[in-house]
């Protein structure tokens, strides 16, 4: 382990892990998809998946990751399983697509923050334009890719560890005070209420993939980013309770973003909650509204230091997003940490400029990318990406490595590494919980997930 480095403490695992998974997910995507699925009918499907299903998937990625203490390929490849691999590569290969477009919204917010500093909170209304603008925002993602790169090539404790340690904490609880201050606005209760009162009537099928989707993307997972990270772990860590502080922090903080966004749409419409479904630009048109009406100095400070945590979030994640590739690039082709980190990120970075230019400056990309089938509906690219890699590939993936957990492998490995750190495991409720979910839930329903997403976004067939 020396030679690859570690994690110097049980709190660093957690604080990195937990980083990786808190970012732009929560705070940018789950308010969005809430918003988009109806509201709190979303929020109860998704809870229900991060805690039932999510978490065990974490739990064994975790655990071979710390078995194996390779890289996704090289963890299959080490247990002895070389076909499996494969499972590996296509979790790599979804990180490279998930930071691809992962990085231009991270260089939107890092912009914001400029706009922030110089109170124009009308970059609110100019949303639309300001993201056209791709040699502005393209080099904000050049600046926020170089970032990543330099975290990742400081080495596991020395930068992604002390990042991340720090940061968590500050974004909590900038967001609590945001929250609060939104509760006290009129018609915030307008907004609580779509946000947590449920209405199952809203609920389709494909408010359950995409709920699906979120989870997965929000708690990282189904890529081997956790076996990745989960390979620097301590022998004498609880496995169990790491994934279970992980899974609650992330959860947590998308329920507080929510708890932020939604009073405050709320009170921006009145109560009619009109514009809660607008998608992706959700957060960025909605949060420069608000601190406008906070205005003065206030309103620039607050905008500000919010959107510098932010960027602090999304940092903790394409770090972890950009470890997978490199690790795998470092274990298995042998090349050295520095120059594989900056290989690996300037690829990417190209990747990423279909995401970059298709939101209104390349017509191509911007609409014409993808004709779904049914109705007709054109996609960009960024939306495309993001329905293959977080909504299909990562489903599947998650599918994939529970059942080579319980079936390959074997639950007896799986459990003897899982009692490592943890040694009232073996007999309790949660291995029969979790050899129950590993072994035939998660496999079923994510399969079923993943064939219904595909259908659905790709080939425009209905099947719920
Ligand atoms: N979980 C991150 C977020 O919610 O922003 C995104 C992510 C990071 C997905 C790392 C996958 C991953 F491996």
Redesign the pocket.
Known sequence: MANRGGFSSKFGFIMAAAG???????IW?FPYEVGQGGGAAFVVIYLLFCFILCFPVMVTEIAIGRKTQKNPVGAFNSLGYKNWNIVGRLGIFS?VL?LSF?NVIAGWAFGYIFEMVSGNFGIAEKFGEYITQVFKVGAYGIIFMTVTAYVVSKGISGGIERAAKLLMPTLIGMMLILVIYSLTLPHSMDGLKFYLIPDFSKLSGSVIYNAMGQAF????LG?G?LITYGSYVGKSDNIISSAAFITLADVGIALLAGLMIFPLIGYMSAGTMEGAGRGPGLIFVTLPQIFGTIGGGLGIASGTIFFVLLCFAALT?TV??LE?PVAYVVDEMKIRRARAVWLVAALIFVIGIPSLIGNGYSDFFSTNFITYKEGGQDTDFLSFVAALANDSILPLGGCLISFFAAHVWKKHNLDEELSIGAPGYKGSFVQKYLNFAIGYFAPIVLTSVFIFTVLFKFFGIQIL
């Open positions: 990786s998974a808190v970012g732009l997910g929560n995507g990180g998930i992962y993307f929000s708690l990282s890529m980013a994640s972890s997003l997978v």
